[in-house]
């Protein structure tokens, strides 16, 4: 079975501050963690992905996302948040150990405010 | 190289009503993928499509199918359309079965439902 949680409905930054997007998952083998980005009347867009090896992942944008395995966490960071960055931020995770079709969260809004 | 294509963008139906949404996959991708996006549930898993065949499902009611060509082309019928079916209806292609591997979706701009 797998899981992904994105505990917060929207997150508020400063532009030129650090951005942070919280994801924790739960699963039974390794998890395989995804980010996707949506703009307004867009589809998803691929961020970054975590399969293995190290634990800070590089994506997109200037995107990275941390993998903590003891906290069972993957969240999504910026050093230094754009207001072209607001958009729906989707967590998601599949279960490496089973077949499964990747479960999303519910997904995270950010708003850069200028 | 040309992304994933949906169509219509945008159309509205009532209720009872059926409905038949297109997606064109990436040209080399196999597997095609269809989710339902609402802004309480989020993103819905509904089916998945490789080589003309559904190879796996979500759990929604009968009334939402699929089907894909032989030239990946994928499309989804929604019967005896309910208010609750007013949402965006996301397509996203890979170049294999998403329960293999960590394959990276594609996504189409989605095509957005309203059943009135």
């Known amino acids: 079975a797998q899981s992904v949680a994105q505990p917060e409905d929207q997150v508020n930054v400063a532009e030129g501050n650090p951005l942070t997007v919280k994801c924790t998952y739960s699963?039974?083998?390794?998890?395989?963690l995804f980010w996707y980005v949506q703009y307004p009347n867009r589809g998803l867009q691929f961020l970054l992905k975590?399969?293995?090896?190290?634990?800070l992942v590089k994506g997109s944008y200037g995107f990275e996302a941390e993998f903590n395995k003891s906290q069972t966490s993957f969240h999504l960071k910026k050093p230094s948040a754009l207001v072209s960055d607001s958009a729906l931020y989707f967590c998601a995770v599949r279960d490496g150990g089973g077949s499964y079709i990747p479960t999303f969260g519910r997904g995270t809004s950010l708003i850069v405010h200028p | 190289k040309a992304g994933v294509t949906q169509t219509p963008r945008y159309l509205i139906k009532t209720r009872g009503q059926q409905v038949t949404l297109s997606c064109s996959p990436i040209?080399?991708?196999?597997?095609v993928s269809w989710y339902q996006q609402t802004p309480g549930q989020g993103l819905q898993f509904l089916f998945e499509y490789f080589s003309e065949t559904q190879r796996n499902k979500g759990n929604f009611p009968g009334r939402f199918s699929g089907r894909q060509f032989s030239n990946s082309r994928s499309e989804m019928n929604v019967s005896t359309l309910e208010l609750g079916d007013s949402a965006l209806y996301l397509c996203?292609?890979?170049?294999?079965?998403?329960?293999?591997?960590?394959?990276?979706?594609?996504f189409g701009a989605g095509s957005r439902l309203t059943v009135l």
């Open positions: 996203a292609s890979s170049l294999t079965l998403q329960t293999s591997g960590a394959n990276v979706l594609t």
């Open positions: 040209s080399g991708h196999r597997s």
């Open positions: 699963v039974s083998g390794n998890p395989y």
């Open positions: 975590y399969i293995t090896g190290d634990n």
